[in-house]
C-alpha cells in the first residue's frame, strides 16, 4: 500500500436503455478496473435498465490511471456477452479532495467535468458538496456497443496517514 492516496467508493447506481443480448433481455453485471485492480458488481437478471446500487471500493496510489467500466451480458452455456464498456478519468475529482475545502454551504459546485471526444461522459458532471461530503456524479456513455449507459457516483474515503 506504498503511495496510497485513499479509497475511490463508486456507488454504481443503475443501467440506462442497455443493449438486448439474450432473445428477449439480458443479464448484465459490470467488472470495474483500475490498473491492477479489478472488481464485480452482481448480476442483474433480465433487465435492460437494471438497478445494481452497488458500492465498490478501489484503492488509489496514482490519481492519473483512468478507471474501466466493462459491461457483460451473462451467458449460462457459451461466453458472457459483451455490452459495451467505458473509462473515467479521477485526477479533476482528486485534486479538489486534495484542497480540504471547509466552510461551503451544502450543495456548493466544486467543479465540472464536460464531455469529450476522450472521456465516456454523457452529460456535464459536477463535484458538489452533499452531506458534508464531496462527491462527483456521472452518466457514462457505453462504446463499443449499440446503445447504453451507466450512471454512477464518486465518493472519496480519506485514509489515516500510517495504515
Same mark, same amino acid.
Given at each position: 500500500?506504498?503511495?496510497?492516496? @485513499?479509497?475511490?467508493?463508486?456507488?454504481? +447506481?443503475?443501467?440506462? !436503455? *442497455?443493449?438486448?443480448?439474450?432473445?428477449?433481455?439480458?443479464?448484465?453485471?459490470?467488472?470495474?478496473?483500475?490498473?491492477?485492480? /479489478?472488481?464485480? #458488481?452482481?448480476?442483474?437478471?433480465?433487465?435492460?435498465?437494471?438497478?445494481?446500487? $452497488?458500492?465498490?471500493?478501489?484503492? &488509489?496510489?496514482?490519481?492519473?490511471?483512468?478507471?474501466?467500466?466493462?459491461?457483460?451480458?451473462?451467458?449460462?452455456?457459451?461466453? !458472457? !456477452? /459483451?455490452?459495451? !464498456?467505458?473509462?473515467? $478519468?479521477?485526477?479533476?475529482?482528486? $485534486? &479538489?479532495? =486534495?484542497?480540504?475545502?471547509?466552510?461551503?454551504?451544502? @450543495?456548493?459546485?466544486?467543479?465540472?467535468? +464536460?464531455? #469529450?471526444? +476522450?472521456?465516456?461522459?454523457?452529460?456535464?458532471?459536477?463535484?458538489?458538496?452533499?452531506?458534508?461530503?464531496? &462527491? +462527483?456524479?456521472? &452518466?457514462?456513455? *457505453?462504446?463499443?456497443?449499440?446503445?447504453?449507459?451507466? $450512471?454512477? =457516483?464518486?465518493?472519496?474515503?480519506?485514509?489515516?496517514?500510517?495504515?
Amino acid at each position: 500500500m506504498e503511495n496510497l492516496l @485513499g479509497l475511490l467508493r463508486i456507488h454504481i +447506481q443503475r443501467g440506462v !436503455d *442497455l443493449a438486448l443480448r439474450d432473445m428477449i433481455s439480458s443479464d448484465p453485471y459490470i467488472i470495474v478496473e483500475m490498473g491492477k485492480h /479489478k472488481l464485480k #458488481t452482481r448480476l442483474v437478471k433480465r433487465s435492460v435498465n437494471p438497478e445494481w446500487d $452497488e458500492k465498490l471500493t478501489l484503492t &488509489v496510489s496514482d490519481p492519473n490511471i483512468p478507471v474501466k467500466l466493462f459491461v457483460y451480458d451473462k451467458d449460462t452455456f457459451t461466453f !458472457d !456477452d /459483451k455490452m459495451g !464498456d467505458a473509462e473515467f $478519468e479521477i485526477a479533476t475529482f482528486v $485534486e &479538489v479532495v =486534495q484542497m480540504l475545502l471547509e466552510g461551503l454551504p451544502e @450543495g456548493t459546485i466544486i467543479a465540472k467535468v +464536460q464531455p #469529450t471526444r +476522450q472521456n465516456c461522459l454523457a452529460e456535464e458532471s459536477c463535484i458538489i458538496l452533499s452531506n458534508g461530503k464531496l &462527491v +462527483q456524479n456521472m &452518466v457514462l456513455r *457505453l462504446r463499443n456497443v449499440e446503445r447504453g449507459e451507466v $450512471e454512477l =457516483q464518486l465518493h472519496w474515503i480519506h485514509v489515516p496517514m500510517g495504515l
